[in-house]
């Protein structure tokens, strides 16, 4: 017996009520998870759909700019990346960006419930993750959140595998 998780949302349109206190203008509202995914891809989200970005956009959109203000370096992303998310054409720009240190947001995934409060990835890092997915014919996934990070290790496997792949 398949079981459907319901997601309840909860929207407190007044919060002027004390702890402990229901506010009269509380409501809640029940869906399961089919109106979920619906309401996702009709944009009805504050998170962002993988859908409308490329892994190059994506990474672009991640970056951390030197004056930006912001407490926690986060985005919120549904952990649903298409198949073959990553494609050819992508690999020669991504390939460019192994060696970023430029900072980036963290990816998390709006179903966890931990957010990487003090860390940040890199745009080497993002290269590094799509690129794998892409040789290892994988799908892209976040799990609950990445951080990723370029490595020297890392950059230097890429690499051997992208001359073998141009030989």
Same mark, same amino acid.
């Given at each position: 017996m398949k079981i459907i998780s319901k997601i309840i949302i909860i929207w407190v349109v007044l919060s002027g009520a004390a702890l402990g206190q229901v506010s009269p203008n509380m409501s809640i509202e029940i869906i399961d998870e089919k109106e979920n995914a619906e309401r996702m891809s009709r944009g009805n989200s504050n998170w962002l759909n993988p859908d409308y970005y490329t892994p190059l956009s994506l990474i672009q959109h991640l970056m951390i700019e030197?004056?930006?203000?912001?407490? %926690?370096?986060?985005?919120? #992303?549904?952990?649903?990346?298409?198949?073959?998310?990553?494609? *050819?054409?992508? @690999?020669?720009?991504?390939?460019?960006?192994?060696?970023?240190?430029?900072?980036?947001?963290?990816?998390?995934?709006?179903?966890?419930?931990?957010?990487?409060?003090?860390?940040?990835?890199? %745009?080497?890092?993002?290269? #590094?993750?799509?690129?794998?997915?892409?040789?290892?014919?994988? *799908?892209?996934? @976040?799990?609950?959140?990445i951080c990723p990070k370029t490595s020297p290790e890392e950059v230097e496997e890429i690499r051997n595998w992208w001359n073998e792949v141009n030989k």
């Open positions: 030197e004056n930006r203000t912001k407490e %926690v370096n986060v985005t919120t #992303i549904m952990d649903e990346f298409p198949d073959d998310w990553v494609t *050819k054409s992508d @690999i020669e720009t991504l390939m460019t960006m192994v060696e970023s240190t430029q900072k980036c947001d963290c990816l998390v995934n709006p179903l966890s419930s931990n957010i990487p409060t003090e860390e940040d990835a890199d %745009v080497g890092g993002y290269a #590094i993750k799509f690129l794998n997915a892409f040789r290892n014919q994988e *799908k892209v996934s @976040i799990g609950y959140y």
